[in-house]
């Protein structure tokens, strides 16, 4: 069985355009997000799905110079881009984790994967996006799927939300698919780690400068650190995270580019 950790990742972003390849110490975001997945003893391979508009060609060609596979594909229907990479790469176990999120901790993706075996899942996370609730920081999120559950998803999802967030399919419909999700006690849902604004890459900045080891640092590592830092996370306490059905507006402006 082939894990593939998939990264979502495009410099099109309608909050903060680029972010993926902004620089945190040094180094772009989207190279921590797959330096940190690599670290993941679950996981056999990682690979950046992106997308064939010019502007991430970038994304493109930091891949070849970093020697990690990129497959191109759809700007808005990221279902069929995932689906696609993994099609390309022979998957069998498909985990998904967007480029904004550089905290992503490799002991957080073994142990969704390692839920999604053990219970026979269709489907596993360690969070639902709002309205659900989330026990661990925005931020961490890892959702892990077969290969087969996402061609069935490829070929039935319907809905823009529901191509646009790929992983809708299998949670919106009560009794479609088996679902696990990975929970924390105590519940820490309340932080957010992940990069979607300007003030999200801000409280980032602080973060990774004040790591003394960002790519082993655990996610236990950084809530000690914000815990004695309390003004780090009001750098961004105003930024909220976007709701599961929401649609990016210029699907309906701008095809996709041939």
Same mark, same amino acid.
């Given at each position: 069985?082939? /894990?593939?950790?998939?990264?979502?990742?495009?410099?099109?972003?309608?909050?903060?355009p680029?972010?993926?390849?902004?620089?945190?110490?040094?180094?772009?975001?989207?190279?921590?997000?797959?330096?940190?997945?690599l670290?993941? &003893?679950?996981?056999?391979?990682?690979?950046?799905?992106?997308?064939?508009?010019? =502007?991430?060609e970038?994304?493109?060609?930091?891949? &070849?110079?970093?020697?990690?596979p990129?497959? %191109?594909?759809?700007?808005?229907?990221?279902?069929?881009?995932?689906?696609? /990479?993994?099609?390309?790469?022979?998957?069998? %176990?498909?985990? !998904?984790? /967007?480029?904004?999120?550089?905290?992503?901790?490799?002991?957080?993706?073994? &142990?969704?994967?390692?839920?999604?075996?053990?219970?026979?899942?269709?489907?596993?996370?360690? !969070?639902?996006?709002?309205?659900?609730?989330?026990?661990?920081?925005?931020?961490? &999120?890892?959702?892990?799927?077969?290969?087969?559950?996402? =061609?069935?998803?490829?070929? =039935?999802?319907?809905?823009?939300?529901?191509?646009?967030?790929?992983?809708?399919?299998?949670?919106?419909?009560?009794?479609?698919?088996?679902?696990?999700?990975?929970? #924390?006690?105590?519940?820490?849902?309340?932080?957010?780690?992940?990069?979607?604004?300007?003030?999200?890459?801000?409280?980032?900045?602080?973060?990774? #400068?004040?790591?003394?080891?960002?790519? #082993?640092?655990?996610?236990?590592?950084?809530?000690?650190?914000?815990?004695?830092?309390? =003004?780090?996370? !009001?750098?961004?306490?105003?930024? #909220?995270?976007?709701?599961?059905?929401?649609?990016?507006e !210029?699907?309906?402006?701008?095809?996709?580019?041939?």
């Amino acid at each position: 069985m082939k /894990t593939s950790l998939i990264i979502q990742a495009r410099m099109g972003s309608s909050r903060l355009p680029g972010k993926v390849l902004k620089p945190l110490q040094g180094k772009p975001m989207l190279e921590w997000v797959a330096r940190r997945g690599l670290r993941a &003893d679950m996981v056999d391979e990682v690979v950046v799905a992106t997308t064939v508009a010019p =502007e991430d060609e970038a994304i493109a060609l930091w891949c &070849d110079q970093a020697g990690i596979p990129c497959v %191109r594909g759809s700007v808005f229907d990221v279902l069929d881009r995932f689906y696609q /990479t993994a099609l390309a790469r022979s998957s069998d %176990r498909i985990v !998904r984790v /967007t480029a904004d999120c550089p905290l992503i901790d490799p002991g957080i993706l073994d &142990d969704t994967i390692r839920l999604f075996k053990e219970t026979d899942s269709d489907f596993s996370a360690n !969070r639902l996006p709002p309205p659900w609730h989330r026990t661990f920081p925005i931020g961490l &999120d890892v959702e892990v799927v077969s290969f087969k559950m996402l =061609e069935r998803a490829w070929q =039935e999802a319907d809905q823009d939300y529901e191509r646009e967030h790929v992983m809708p399919w299998f949670y919106n419909t009560e009794g479609r698919c088996k679902v696990s999700i990975l929970d #924390h006690n105590p519940d820490y849902g309340m932080h957010r780690w992940t990069v979607d604004t300007p003030d999200d890459y801000a409280l980032l900045q602080e973060i990774f #400068h004040r790591l003394p080891d960002p790519l #082993h640092a655990s996610w236990l590592d950084v809530l000690a650190l914000v815990s004695e830092n309390p =003004e780090l996370e !009001r750098i961004n306490e105003s930024t #909220h995270a976007k709701q599961v059905n929401a649609v990016d507006e !210029r699907i309906q402006k701008k095809a996709d580019p041939q």
